[in-house]
């Protein structure tokens, strides 16, 4: 590509409403523009990356014996009936109608109708197992679009769905699904690690994600410094340390505590550390009040929480609910004498005693309480965010840590979760029917784009994995009106494309500095510089994007050197030649 021809509009200044560094460098270099909120053009450099990555899954999902399909993005909302999602999935689809008035929904993710496809077109124990995948634009109504590509409202995805005739078959498919995944992102030059999830809307049991570490991730992780335990926040669990008080052996007994409403005021006036506190959170649940105990330094872990309730449908009391519900007092409502309300409680105070609560009475706290003695709890469950330092649950020594994360893929083992509602059977040996147990696995390729930006970049612009890149060689000739430079530019722009590389040729009128700007923000790997030293010596200067090492090399030796890289397999055919 010649860049005096190319379509490279770059900017000078980064965009206002651009806050991380992948949507502004992207912007800034000409990979995308913005046509809405969270809805991008893809321009030639960007769409030369979405490619590559694209190449990459292809080769790993072809490796893994998954086969490549394209459904529509257009889907009848009949078949979201069938599986109950019409309306679950709520106003993150995007719905239209045509012109008779049958209503349609733009693709978020495609369960339905690979499992309609499925079904229609297979029959016996013999079709199966089958892995089929795709990559195309998804849309997702996002609330607040952020972030350029990490949080769009449409956007590029890879979603593979698998069949299977047991659940041996499904964990296998879901065996070979994980691998491939952490090939892929390995090869797209990524940092990541696998955590276990939770399922969400997609539904399901068991559910891996595959995380990119990054400050700015909006998924928070903890993971074990000794042990390969790792899950996102929402699912992660951690050993719990009972609080046990002095003297569980006293009755409860109220305490003064004038204006202090807090866990952190109570604590204070008390004396007594959080953790010997029993926070009551009061939720209005599918219009009901219910009691959310923790201990006093715990946050309550939503999602966990919709959970242990069976219903996403829960708000914790606003304004208008504590009026509604007059029998509770905000600041000092406690589950000691707690009337009319359902009361969960986290596993850590199952075993609990000696502890602080409220007094359901106006600037009065109890002490010496105990859950099971002193009040009664109607489910303990896994409801408290796990916190740095927490003990690992799955090994002896090991201590949680916490980073943030960008979620670039996430599997899930479905099992019969839509097979059955769409009834996709199959007959098996026997001629019994019986539904398919699937798997399905997404990887989010325009997100993972910039999730390798985030990662690889400094304050001059984006430094591209070598398989990714846009191209393999940035041909920067110093001095574009000086013949001998400009011939040996053209030289090494032609015999690099022999070899199959992927070049970009600055032949434009530009100084040297404004060259070389460019070039860092763009960020290709190599590039080979033409300039002073082209004249003293004949040699080429190939420069390292990321370290900036430089190499004094002729033409020949940087054509061997990069090819070699691009293209390991061929090196004796090259050579030959
Ligand atoms: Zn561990």
């Not at 595959?210 to 074990?224: D, K, L, R, S």
């Not at 002490?367 to 090994?395: I, K, N």
């Not at 390292?544 to 054509?559: I, M, Q």
């Amino acid at each position: 590509m010649r860049q005096s021809r190319a379509f490279i509009p770059t900017l000078k200044e980064s965009p206002a409403d651009a806050e991380v560094a992948s949507h502004r460098l992207l912007l800034r270099a000409g990979f995308m523009r913005k046509v809405a909120s969270g809805i991008y053009d893809f321009l030639p450099l960007g769409t030369a990356v979405l490619r590559r990555i694209m190449d990459i899954i292809r080769e790993e999902m072809k490796a893994a014996g998954a086969q490549e399909v394209l459904l529509p993005i257009l889907q009848p909302r009949e078949l979201w009936e069938e599986s109950g999602r019409w309306s679950r999935y709520g106003e993150e689809m995007m719905r239209l109608k045509d012109r008779s008035g049958r209503e349609f929904g733009l693709g978020p993710t495609h369960e339905e109708m690979i499992t309609d496809l499925v079904r229609s077109n297979t029959g016996s124990y013999r079709d199966l197992p089958l892995n089929l995948y795709q990559i195309g634009p998804k849309y997702r109504d996002e609330l607040r679009p952020r972030f350029g590509l990490l949080r769009g409202r449409e956007f590029i995805m890879k979603d593979g769905y698998s069949f299977d005739r047991d659940e041996e078959g499904m964990l296998e498919s879901y065996r070979a699904m994980y691998e491939a995944y952490g090939r892929i992102f390995t090869r797209c030059g990524c940092a990541w690690r696998a955590v276990e999830a939770d399922t969400g809307l997609i539904g399901g049991d068991v559910s891996h994600e595959f995380m990119v570490p990054a400050e700015i991730g909006e998924a928070q992780i903890a993971y074990c410094d000794s042990c390969e335990y790792a899950a996102n926040l929402e699912k992660a669990g951690y050993r719990r340390e009972t609080p046990r008080g002095p003297r569980p052996d006293l009755r409860p007994q109220e305490a003064h505590t004038p204006g202090k409403r807090t866990i952190e005021e109570v604590s204070g006036f008390l004396g007594v550390e959080p953790r010997m506190m029993i926070k009551c959170l009061m939720y209005l649940v599918e219009d009901r009040p219910v009691a959310v105990l923790l201990p006093g330094d715990r946050e309550a872990n939503e999602a966990k929480l919709a959970r242990a309730l069976g219903t996403e449908t829960f708000r914790l009391f606003a304004p208008e609910d504590w009026e509604r519900f007059p029998l509770y007092l905000q600041g000092f409502v406690g589950p000691v004498g707690l009337e009319g309300a359902r009361v969960i409680a986290d596993q850590g105070l199952q075993e609990a005693a000696d502890l602080v609560c409220g007094a359901n009475r106006v600037d009065h706290h109890l002490l010496h309480v105990s859950p099971g003695r002193d009040f009664q709890v109607d489910a303990y469950c896994d409801l408290g965010t796990a916190l740095e330092g927490d003990a690992c649950p799955r090994c002896e020594a090991g201590r949680l840590r916490r980073e943030a994360g960008i979620e670039v893929g996430q599997i899930f083992q479905l099992k019969t979760r839509y097979s059955l509602p769409l009834r996709a059977f199959y007959r098996d040996e026997r001629g019994e029917s019986r539904p398919m147990v699937m798997g399905t696995y997404g990887i989010g390729v325009s997100r993972l784009m910039a999730a390798v930006v985030e990662q690889n970049h400094d304050d001059r612009g984006m430094i591209w994995p070598e398989e990714l890149a846009p191209a393999d060689l940035h041909i920067l000739p110093l001095d574009w009106s000086r013949e001998e430079l400009r011939e040996e530019a053209e030289a090494l722009y032609r015999e690099a494309r022999e070899r199959g590389l992927e070049v970009l040729l600055d032949d434009r009128d530009e100084r040297a500095g404004s060259k070389f700007a460019d070039a860092d923000l763009i960020g290709i790997p190599w590039r080979a510089v033409i300039g002073r030293e082209f004249l003293k010596t004949g040699r080429l200067e190939l420069q390292a994007r990321r370290d900036g090492e430089k190499s004094l090399l002729s033409r020949g030796e940087l054509l061997e050197r990069l090819t070699v890289k691009r293209h390991p397999a061929a090196r004796g055919k090259i050579s030959a030649g």
